[in-house]
């Protein structure tokens, strides 16, 4: 039980600040207006009992009304009525301030949601390139969406359900102590004390419940968003069954775990109602007795009635407030959790921004390791000469992928140094290192928006000008315009509705308007056509000229007119020159350059015969397959976790 206090005391400490935030007087003066409020509706809400009292009495000819007795006459008449009258006006009065008091409240409510979502969105953009391989993104915006959600939840039922509960019970008592005597308070708190314990039983027993349910409502979710994004390959396979009995399961564990839930739920109802109805009937008794021994009125029957069904009122909030706030804490303990993890990456303390005033590329003696007991680069160093174009090549798991990355400083580095212009990375600020730095990557992912919206993401001030230009140069500007809406044309999820030439060029495109120093194109000519191939590497070698490019290469063909090449075998540089200066060296290289060749020649005699030879999946093999052909380097490890390898 104290570890379940910790954690909701935990949950409101790190609330606070946004349900009073230093820098918003006006929703301090909310916050305070809202408690002014709570107190005046707790107030309406004792009173409507007493008229009802009053009301009662005045029927039954009890004067139990404060008037005086010269007035009994007309009280006699009118005060059924005036009473009547009474009580509804106090129960309009309580409802309208209630109302009120929630309105006035709504916005520090949703304020402190909104900016405990938008902190722990930043943050997880913040976390490393580690954790987000480690997670899945289905998974995780599901924490984030249930997470916002009980937030929501605990800032409204602390303020609006929590404090005035516990305001209108220490009213009720106060109330009974004056009207009754401390037998009705002994039973009623009696009654009290057994429903708050069984509430806190019984919905400790459901936590367990929820979380399981929770659980299987997010791999459900997951299953869903990893089928649908990968929506061609299940039809590659044919495998639609397959992937909706997986998800059938996960939707019936699902099922299960809510089926259970409800029932705990309809279990902690009637215990509650139970519990209740035995105090309710015997206080009744009690004052019945009264009643008959002519101490107390009709009346006051219907008072301690009144005030029970008053008193249950918040009773059952007690028990929904404590169900819904340990919900809420479970909903958000992950997100808590993710916003108390450290980046792995972090700036120096006041880093300054990088100058690029050349542009050259330092690796000074680079180990990396994924994992301590596996190290992907030993000790590798080169240079990429200020406005010259290196490429580096190498079979899986040699460690390509791996440099680009350590560029971009997604790690830091096990040992040894990168720097740009003689200023190490890891002590300049990340945002200017990476506005330095184009990426066209192998894989590119769009967002789910426009064309115009994706070639705009490399610079987001550019003009409609300066983006159509860049379509131009990286040669998709002529597809675009055929398209019905041109660049408003909307690319899908994950720019499915584009092939994969077409999200390649706007990849191009996008780092083209980015204008950066220096380039980093991961094979980003991969998914194009040997046409359109030659075409956009022409527009790369324009755009890539007078800056610094590093090329990690795939396919060979593509850097014969690098200034120098890199070979990457196991982590370590064993051969480096000009394209033509390594054939000469008839080494690894040379393997690769040979195996490739063949593939081509293969590939021009299927030409000749009539076949498609720019099909998908009939590009010249990568270099990981010319080395398998070759066999002339033992097996690699692999450079990175399973779900983070090339």
């Known amino acids: 039980m104290s570890a379940n206090r910790g954690a909701l005391l935990t949950t409101i400490i790190h609330l606070w600040p946004y349900i009073w935030p230093s820098d918003r007087g006006d929703l301090k003066l909310r916050v305070l207006g809202s408690l ?27 004067g139990t009304a404060p008037i005086a007795a010269s007035d009994w006459l007309l009280w006699a008449i009118a005060a059924p009525i005036a009473m009547t009258i009474a009580y509804g006006g106090m129960r309009i009065l309580m409802a309208a301030l209630t109302q009120l008091r929630d309105g006035l409240f709504a916005k520090v409510a949703m304020n402190a949601v909104r900016r405990l979502a938008y902190r722990t969105f930043v943050h997880m953009h913040e976390l490393s390139l580690r954790f987000h391989l480690e997670r899945k993104t289905g998974g995780l915006t599901r924490v984030l969406e249930r997470g916002r959600n009980g937030i929501e939840t605990i800032v409204r039922m602390v303020i609006l359900q929590l404090s005035p509960t516990i305001v209108e019970l220490a009213l009720i008592v106060v109330v009974l102590i004056w009207q009754f005597d401390w037998r009705y308070v002994a039973a009623i708190i009696a009654t009290v004390v057994v429903y708050m314990t069984y509430t806190y039983h019984a919905t400790e027993w459901r936590i367990g419940i929820r979380r399981k349910m929770n659980d299987s409502d997010t791999d459900a979710n997951v299953k869903a968003i990893d089928s649908l994004l990968n929506y061609e390959t299940v039809k590659y396979f044919s495998a639609e069954e397959r992937e909706a009995m997986r998800y059938d399961r996960a939707m019936a564990r699902y099922e299960d775990a809510s ?6 739920l309809a279990v902690l109802n009637a215990g509650q109602a139970v519990i209740f109805t035995v105090g309710l009937a015997a206080v009744m008794v009690m004052c019945a007795f009264e009643i008959r021994a002519g101490s107390k009125t009709v009346g006051d029957f219907v008072l301690i009635n009144a005030m029970m069904i008053q008193l249950y009122q918040p009773l059952n909030f007690m028990g929904m407030v404590y169900r819904e706030i340990k919900q809420a804490v479970t909903d958000i303990e992950i997100m808590f959790s993710i916003l108390a993890r450290e980046p792995e990456i972090k700036d120096a303390p006041n880093a300054p921004p990088l100058k690029v005033t050349a542009g050259t590329i330092r690796f000074e003696n680079v180990s990396f390791a994924y994992e301590p007991t596996r190290r992907i680069l030993k000790g590798i160093s080169f240079e990429v000469p200020a406005g010259k174009t290196v490429a580096v090549v190498g079979p899986s798991g040699a460690g390509k992928s791996t440099i680009s990355r350590l560029l971009f400083r997604f790690y830091d580095l096990s040992g040894g140094r990168i720097s740009i212009d003689g200023q190490d990375i890891a002590k300049v600020s990340q945002k200017s290192l990476r506005e330095a730095i184009g990426m066209v990557p192998q894989d590119t992912v769009l967002f789910n928006d426009t064309i115009r919206y994706n070639i705009r993401y490399g610079r987001w001030e550019a003009t409609d000008a300066e983006v159509e230009e860049a379509a131009k140069l990286a040669q998709i500007d002529p597809l675009i315009r055929i398209a019905p809406k041109g660049y408003d044309t909307e690319v899908g999820e994950r720019g499915l509705r584009l092939s994969g030439g077409e999200k390649q060029r706007v990849a191009i495109a996008r780092t083209i308007l980015k204008g950066p120093p220096i380039l980093v194109l991961d094979e980003a000519t991969s998914a194009l056509d040997s046409h359109t191939e030659k075409e956009i590497q022409d527009a790369l070698e324009r755009v890539s000229r007078n800056r610094t490019t590093l090329v990690i290469a795939h396919r060979l063909s593509t850097i014969v007119g690098a200034d120098e090449i890199i070979v990457l075998d196991q982590g370590e540089v064993v051969e480096r020159g000009t394209h033509y200066a390594l054939l000469a060296a008839n080494g690894l290289y040379a393997s690769m350059w040979n195996r490739q060749r063949e593939a081509e020649e293969a590939r021009e005699k299927l030409a000749l015969a009539g076949e498609d030879v720019d099909a998908p999946n009939r590009n010249p093999p990568p270099v990981e397959d010319a080395i398998s052909a070759a066999a002339v380097a033992p097996e690699a490890p692999l450079e990175a976790p399973a779900d983070a390898a090339e």
């Open 36 to 62: 002014v409020l709570l107190l005046a509706a707790k107030l309406a809400t004792i009173a409507v009992p007493f008229t009802f009292k009053w009301a009662t009495d005045a029927l039954a000819g009890h």
């Open 259 to 264: 089926v259970r839930a409800y029932t705990s």
